[in-house]
T-cell receptor
């Protein structure tokens, strides 16, 4: 158990809909990362937050947005969903978000868009 | 363009040593990370190299040569539980994005 929690574990929805994925980092970690993993695209970095502020941005679509709240949990919002958004979404946390730090991954949310 | 190249599959024998190579071509480079992922599981962060040379953590070591845009992950005393996919990833800049390779599936034979 990494100490990172993600909800929900599974999500099935329809094209055009909007969903919110939630991540709670390990106690004491200030930085949260979001990743997408699909068969087509492999593992992709989406976005990183540190103490409520966006720190780094990867291949995150404009239809996707994220935020980190004062209690340090984070949410990833996916809107106007398309079939290709079906994937595993992982969040990870680290202490202060530096590259050399160990990132601890949550169990992931499996999203299926029908 | 940006690319990370690593072998798609590697097979080794239990108790042996295996090396997984990663070459990269990216617009920036700050460091190279390695992750392990078992089937159906979440990735696990293994190592990070920001400077040239070898970093050792137990049975796993990771090497970086910035001049050659090359790194590798070395696994020693292979165990069956090491059967997994291994991803290299470049951190492009200090506060910038992470780019992943497509992963190497490691098969361990008894």
């Amino acid at each position: 158990d990494s100490g990172v929690t993600q909800t929900p574990k599974h999500l099935i929805t329809a094209t055009g809909q909007r969903v919110t994925l939630r991540c709670s980092p390990r106690s004491g970690d200030l930085s949260v990362y979001w990743y997408q993993q699909s068969l087509d695209q492999g593992l992709q970095f989406l976005i990183q937050y540190y103490n409520g502020e966006e720190r780094a941005k990867g291949n995150i679509l404009e239809r996707f947005s994220a935020q980190q709240f004062p209690d340090l949990h984070s949410e990833l919002n996916l809107s106007s969903l398309e079939l290709g958004d079906s994937a595993l979404y992982f969040c990870a946390s680290s202490v202060v978000g530096q590259a050399q730090e160990t990132q601890y991954f949550g169990p992931g949310t499996r999203l299926l868009v029908l | 363009g940006q690319s990370l190249e690593q072998p798609s599959e590697v097979t080794a024998v239990e108790g042996a040593i295996v090396q997984i190579n990663c070459t990269y071509q990216t617009s920036g480079f700050y460091g190279l990370s390695w992750y392990q992922q078992h089937d159906g599981g979440a990735p696990t962060f293994l190592s990070y190299n920001g400077l040239d040379g070898l970093e050792e953590t137990g049975r796993f070591s990771s090497f970086l040569s910035r001049s050659d845009s090359y790194g590798y992950l070395l696994l020693q005393e292979l165990q069956m539980k090491d059967s997994a996919s291994y991803f290299c990833a470049v951190v492009e800049n200090r506060d910038d994005k992470i780019i992943f390779g497509k992963g190497t599936r490691l098969h361990i034979l008894p």
